[in-house]
C-alpha cells in the first residue's frame, strides 16, 4: 500500500483552486465526487461510478443549484448536450486530478459515451504554506 505525497509551490495550489472555482462544471464534478459511496472489489474499497454522458449531464443539472448555479438553460458555460458536457470536461480533466478526483472519458458506444469518476478515499487540502521545521536536515 503506496501512499504518495505531492507538493505545490502556492502558484500551482492558486492556478489550480482559480482553474476549479472559475468552471462550475469542476465544482459540480467534485461535489459529485464528494457524494460517491464506496464500492468493495475484493479487498480494495473503491470510490467510483460510471455514467452515461447524458445521465452524468443529468446528475451536474441536479447538483448545480448546490454549487451556486440556479439556472443551467441560461448560464454561460454550461453544457446543454452532453458532447458538449465531455468537451468542457476534457479541458479540467488535469484540474480535476490535481483536486483527486480521476474523469475518464471512454469510447462512445451503444449506451453513449461512458464517463467514470473515481475519487482518492481523502481527498485532503493542501495546506496554503508550506509548514517549516524546526529540526534540522
Do not use: C, F
Request: proline share 7%.
Amino acid at each position: 500500500n503506496t501512499t504518495a505525497v505531492l507538493w505545490y509551490s502556492p502558484a500551482a495550489r492558486r492556478s489550480n483552486s482559480e482553474a476549479i472555482s472559475g468552471t462550475p462544471i469542476a465544482a459540480a464534478i467534485l461535489k459529485i465526487a464528494s457524494d460517491i459511496m464506496p464500492v468493495t472489489m475484493g479487498e480494495k474499497i473503491l470510490y467510483i461510478k460510471t455514467y452515461t454522458a447524458a445521465e452524468l449531464l443529468k446528475e451536474l443539472n441536479h447538483v448545480a443549484p448546490d454549487i451556486g448555479v440556479d439556472d443551467t438553460r441560461h448560464h454561460p458555460g454550461w453544457p446543454k448536450a452532453p458532447n458538449s458536457l465531455t468537451r468542457k470536461l476534457r479541458g479540467i480533466l488535469s484540474n480535476l486530478r490535481d483536486a483527486g478526483v480521476l474523469v475518464t472519458i471512454g469510447e462512445h458506444g451503444e449506451s453513449g459515451r461512458m464517463i467514470t469518476i473515481e475519487r482518492a478515499n481523502r481527498v485532503q487540502k493542501i495546506p496554503s504554506e508550506p509548514s517549516v521545521s524546526s529540526e534540522p536536515y
